[in-house]
């Protein structure tokens, strides 16, 4: 045990998931998006799979964005995840997705195709 109380402690998860976290994964998603680096769609779906009990949505949207920017590298590293994995991160790649697309038409092709190709990687039950 740290010997810290409840508080304590609450208040410096909040700080962490509030900016570091918050920076990590906007440094990330733009790293992503210029580069494709699978390696770090991997480390980000890893970390999903392992907090997928935090009400924090940034994972998930950071997600959803490196899906929008780079869809061919994130299906890919999707893809070659085990069926459990798949079938435990997909619904969080959706939502993800959805808050991603917030800013563009919901009508748009570009989303159209893209909504397509996320189907595509919904595994199979």
Known sequence: MSG????????EVADYSEGT???A???SVTSVCQNGKPDLIRSLL?????TTNSASESPATALGRMFV???DAFSETFAAMDRASQGQLYSLVEFGFDNA????PTKGT???VLKAKL???KPSK
């Open 101 to 104: 697309i917030l800013d563009y």
């Open 69 to 71: 920017c780079q869809p």
């Open 46 to 50: 890893k970390l999903q799979q392992a």
């Open 110 to 112: 570009d989303v159209e």
């Open 119 to 121: 189907l595509r990687l």
């Open 25 to 27: 994964l906007e440094a």
């Open 21 to 23: 976290l918050e920076e």
């Open 4 to 11: 810290k109380s409840y508080q304590q402690l609450n208040h």
